[in-house]
């Protein structure tokens, strides 16, 4: 999320990514301060609060796909992050109801809060992993009998890889995922980026002045390069926002009042988004 950027501090006086995002998508689990970052940031990009609540709606219709368009049953969700509606189980078992879901996350307290927010269902498991290393991940997740390589699998990697600084380092990860899953195995995937050098510099360091992280925004070339052999389904990668649009599926939770305020601010500038999409492993 150096690149131990998957490891938070528990503080709860410093703000952490997870839980700005919980608090940005309608989520209950955040403190002051992770509110009063939220609305920093939202103050220098006012978009910032749609793009998180875009990529919430994009993971509800890339699960939707997997489960009910593909009959895909288990679910890898990579640097999960804290529970919030939809969360992937909860739109897997909506359309196939033996699915099983693992989230894998490092952060003590997104594991914490996972296993005490989530009901007991042996469909479902909060498993401490590293999703930059795949090798180790999948033999354990293997061995647990929680996944079963020779099928297809639907994996997400959402608003994850711009907190691995090293673009070697993720396309070595999604190589080795696209080697060990079957064919017919899908991955949503979405990171922050903008569209100019520029605008990724500035946003770049407006991050790091605030977390103390691994963090490096992209240009879409960038993300592009080490996405490797994946391939998109239509229509191809962009701003997820834009990726098969369904103005019919459930809304998310609303933020609060304070928040409220962003709401809409993409509709009139959009500096920064988050790209991605949908890619598969052809048969």
Do not use: C
Request: charged share 25%; net charge negative; proline share 7%.
């Amino acid at each position: 999320m150096a690149d131990d950027s998957f490891l938070w501090e528990l503080s709860v006086d410093v703000p952490t990514p997870a839980r700005v995002y919980n608090y940005s998508i309608g989520g209950k689990d955040h403190f002051s301060a992770d509110r009063e970052a939220a609305l920093s940031a939202a103050s220098q990009y006012p978009e910032v609060i749609d793009v998180s609540r875009e990529n919430r709606l994009f993971l509800y219709r890339a699960v939707r796909l997997f489960a009910r368009d593909q009959g895909i049953s288990q679910f890898l969700d990579l640097g999960s992050g804290l529970p919030g509606s939809p969360n992937v189980h909860e739109v897997a078992h909506e359309f196939n109801p033996v699915s099983r879901v693992s989230y894998v996350d490092r952060d003590p307290m997104v594991l914490a809060h996972g296993r005490a927010l989530l009901v007991p269902d042996d469909r479902v498991a909060v498993v401490e992993g590293d999703v930059m290393r795949p090798e180790v991940l999948l033999d354990d997740l293997v061995s647990s009998g929680r996944i079963d390589l020779s099928q297809p699998v639907g994996m997400l990697l959402l608003s994850v890889p711009q907190f691995v600084a090293q673009d070697r380092r993720l396309s070595r990860a999604l190589e080795h995922y696209w080697d060990a899953v079957a064919p017919g195995s899908y991955l949503a995937v979405s990171q922050l980026a903008a569209l100019s050098q520029a605008e990724v510099h500035r946003l770049n360091e407006f991050v790091s002045q605030r977390f103390r992280i691994g963090w490096r925004a992209r240009l879409p070339e960038e993300i592009n390069a080490y996405l490797g052999k994946w391939v998109p389904v239509e229509p191809g990668l962009g701003d997820v926002d834009a990726w098969r649009p369904d103005p019919t599926q459930p809304p998310i939770t609303d933020i609060d009042e304070r928040g409220q305020r962003f709401l809409g601010a993409s509709r009139r500038q959009k500096r920064i988004f988050e790209y991605g999409g949908v890619l598969y492993k052809p048969e």
